[in-house]
Each structure stands twice: as C-alpha cells, then as structure tokens.
C-alpha cells in the first residue's frame, strides 16, 4: 500500500510548532515573519529527513502561482526554435521557472486547444509563436491578465508584447549581397501564409529586385503541404518551369533541407551552379559543400529579450497596467561559398 504523502500539518505535529510556521520556513518567509534560526533549522532540517515534497497543486492555488511556463512554437524539432527554447530554458530555470514545450504545427485548432488545457492548469504565462488565426485567443490571455509574448511573429493591430526579427531587412541586403555578386534571376521559395514574418521577408526580396530593376520569381507554398511531404514536388516543379535561375533564396531553413534534397536526386549540378542563400542559419551549413550563406536570427539575443518582456507581466500586481513592449532584434548575414559570384 502507498504511504499517504506528508503534509505540513504532520511536520507541525511532530515538531509541535504551528501549522502557519511551518508554511513560512517552507516558503522561504521564515526571516520576514521573524522566526527564529533555531525553529527555522528544526523544520529544514525534519523536512530534509522526510523527504517532504510540497503539493504543487494546492501550493500554486494558495499562492496563484505555478512557476511553470509555456513555451508554444510551430515545431520543437526545428533547429531555430529548438535552440531558442534551449536558451530561453536555462534563462527561465535561473529565475526560479520550468517551462514546458509544445508544437502548434501551425495549426489553429490545436493551438486553441493547448492554450486552453495550459491555461486551465493555471501556468504563469506564456511564449508564443501563434498560428495564423489566433488573433482573439490571444486578446483574450491579455484581457484576462495571463502574461504572454508572441515570439517571431505578431499580430496588426494586437497591442500585444513580441519579439521579432527585422525580417523585411534582412531579406532585402541579403537579396542585395546576390545581387552585387552578379546574380540576375533569384528565385524566392517561402511559405505561403499570410503571417507578418513571412510577409516581411517575401517584401524584402521583392524591394530589392524591384530597385535593381529584376524581376521577381517566387515560389510560394502553403505551409501544410510543406508539412504534409509535398513541398518537395512543388520545389522540383519550379525548377523544371524557371530554368533561367541563376540563384535561389529559401525564406527558411526547412525549405533549403528540401531544396537540397531536390538538387541532389535531380540536378546535382544546380548545387554549385546556384548562388545559395537560406534564412536562418544551420550548423552543418558549415561543412556543407558549398558552404551556404544564411541570415543568421541572433538566438541568445532573442531568448533574452523574451525573459525580459515576459518576466514584468509575470511580476505585476493584478489592476496594474503593463504597457506592450515590441522589440525588434537584427539578423547578421553570414556570408560562405554558396553566394559567391559564379562568373569567372
């Protein structure tokens, strides 16, 4: 039979000290509520020879907090947003916070659903990369006063803190770098979705053509068919169409995975033909052969600034009034062998 779990009315007990005491030593409030070093040893001390774990649950309904937050991207297994979450993990744990993960797979449904499951546990807050239709789940968190901060993308018109990228800039000088490499005919191949990242980046690029007086060749596909195993198809497809390419920029770095791959089982050749450059940066663009240019999203500088939005909201007074921080962060063009000019 499984033993009952201690409570702190069994430590108070068998010390013969207060319940209320022994809740203070526990929670830390023993030298703000002037109890004595000898009382407060007596119960660490018990507590340490018992093993005493307190009851999260009830501990979080008295105290309204859970210490835990939400982590919500569009996929984990991503390398920019599994390595975002690992920083901002290590970040979170110093201030005395867990954090758990979860992938929306940009899907509005099920970002609803687990918002709504996380939020019912009574978490502290939340980070959120939204997908595309959340806009009013997410007013709702803020009308509510449940802290959160949309991660890599935002919403018109939701004056909701974010941390984001300067996309639109990014896309442009890295289209601009092709360009001054002797580039004529980039390609462009994003996702197709009407979110702000992927606009800003499509925009860049259409800037930069358009005032170097080239013409745009894009490739937009949607997100679910990406995620579905057709984005390959679809790649292959605009090759074989767009046959004048002299380069390629793959708005992420999935896309570039793809893309490889469809340069490798139908055109090898196009690898090193190809000015290459990828949005987000990958360890094994490194050792890649060519190595492949990327703009490269500043990791440790976008964990930072999440914890530093997020960290006031969760510290507020209820009726207190937190003003939206909106902080926009700059990318760093990481330039190899995949961009460089192919004319001899």
Request: aromatic content about 8%.
């Given at each position: 039979m499984n033993k009952k779990p201690v409570s702190i009315r069994n430590i108070a007990d068998e010390l013969k000290i207060s319940v209320t005491t022994v809740s203070f030593v526990l929670n830390g409030k023993a030298k703000e509520k002037h109890i004595s070093k000898e009382t407060t040893k007596k119960v660490l001390d018990y507590a340490k020879l018992i093993n005493y774990r307190p009851n999260q649950i009830a501990q979080s309904l008295r105290t309204g907090k859970s210490k835990i937050l939400i982590f919500m991207v569009?996929?984990?297994?991503?390398?920019?947003?599994?390595?975002?979450?690992?920083?901002?993990?290590?970040?979170?744990?110093?201030?005395?916070?867990?954090?758990?993960?979860?992938?929306n797979e940009n899907d509005d449904a099920k970002s609803n659903e687990l918002i709504s499951l996380f939020n019912f546990r009574q978490?502290?807050?939340?980070?959120?990369?939204?997908?595309?239709?959340?806009?009013?789940?997410?007013?709702?968190?803020?009308?509510?006063?449940?802290?959160?901060?949309?991660?890599?993308?935002?919403?018109?018109?939701?004056?909701?803190?974010?941390?984001?990228?300067?996309?639109?800039?990014?896309?442009?000088?890295?289209?601009?770098?092709?360009?001054?490499?002797?580039?004529?005919?980039?390609?462009?191949?994003?996702?197709?979705?009407?979110?702000t990242q992927m606009q800003g980046r499509l925009s860049g690029y259409v800037k930069a053509v358009n005032e170097n007086g080239l013409k745009p060749i894009t490739l937009e596909i949607p997100y679910d068919e990406v995620y579905k195993g057709k984005g390959k198809e679809r790649i292959k497809d605009f090759f074989d169409k767009e046959t004048s390419l002299d380069a390629v920029f793959f708005a992420t770095n999935y896309l570039v995975q793809i893309g490889l791959e469809v340069f490798k089982e139908n055109n090898p050749s196009l690898i090193n033909n190809l000015g290459i450059v990828s949005f987000d940066d990958n360890d094994m663009y490194k050792i890649y052969s060519p190595t492949i240019t990327s703009v490269s999203q500043p990791l440790v500088e976008i964990s930072t600034a999440l914890m530093e939005v997020l960290l006031p909201l969760l510290k507020k007074e209820d009726g207190m009034i937190e003003e939206p921080h909106k902080i926009i962060l700059k990318t760093e063009l990481i330039i190899r062998e995949s961009s460089l000019s192919k004319k001899m």
């Amino acid at each position: 039979m499984n033993k009952k779990p201690v409570s702190i009315r069994n430590i108070a007990d068998e010390l013969k000290i207060s319940v209320t005491t022994v809740s203070f030593v526990l929670n830390g409030k023993a030298k703000e509520k002037h109890i004595s070093k000898e009382t407060t040893k007596k119960v660490l001390d018990y507590a340490k020879l018992i093993n005493y774990r307190p009851n999260q649950i009830a501990q979080s309904l008295r105290t309204g907090k859970s210490k835990i937050l939400i982590f919500m991207v569009e996929d984990i297994s991503n390398n920019f947003f599994s390595k975002i979450a690992r920083i901002f993990e290590d970040i979170a744990y110093d201030l005395g916070y867990k954090v758990i993960f979860c992938s929306n797979e940009n899907d509005d449904a099920k970002s609803n659903e687990l918002i709504s499951l996380f939020n019912f546990r009574q978490v502290d807050g939340f980070v959120i990369v939204p997908s595309p239709g959340i806009k009013d789940t997410i007013e709702t968190l803020m009308k509510d006063n449940i802290p959160v901060v949309l991660l890599d993308r935002f919403f018109d018109g939701l004056e909701c803190s974010s941390v984001v990228i300067d996309n639109e800039k990014s896309t442009f000088d890295a289209t601009l770098h092709l360009i001054h490499n002797q580039f004529k005919n980039i390609g462009f191949i994003t996702i197709a979705q009407e979110q702000t990242q992927m606009q800003g980046r499509l925009s860049g690029y259409v800037k930069a053509v358009n005032e170097n007086g080239l013409k745009p060749i894009t490739l937009e596909i949607p997100y679910d068919e990406v995620y579905k195993g057709k984005g390959k198809e679809r790649i292959k497809d605009f090759f074989d169409k767009e046959t004048s390419l002299d380069a390629v920029f793959f708005a992420t770095n999935y896309l570039v995975q793809i893309g490889l791959e469809v340069f490798k089982e139908n055109n090898p050749s196009l690898i090193n033909n190809l000015g290459i450059v990828s949005f987000d940066d990958n360890d094994m663009y490194k050792i890649y052969s060519p190595t492949i240019t990327s703009v490269s999203q500043p990791l440790v500088e976008i964990s930072t600034a999440l914890m530093e939005v997020l960290l006031p909201l969760l510290k507020k007074e209820d009726g207190m009034i937190e003003e939206p921080h909106k902080i926009i962060l700059k990318t760093e063009l990481i330039i190899r062998e995949s961009s460089l000019s192919k004319k001899m």
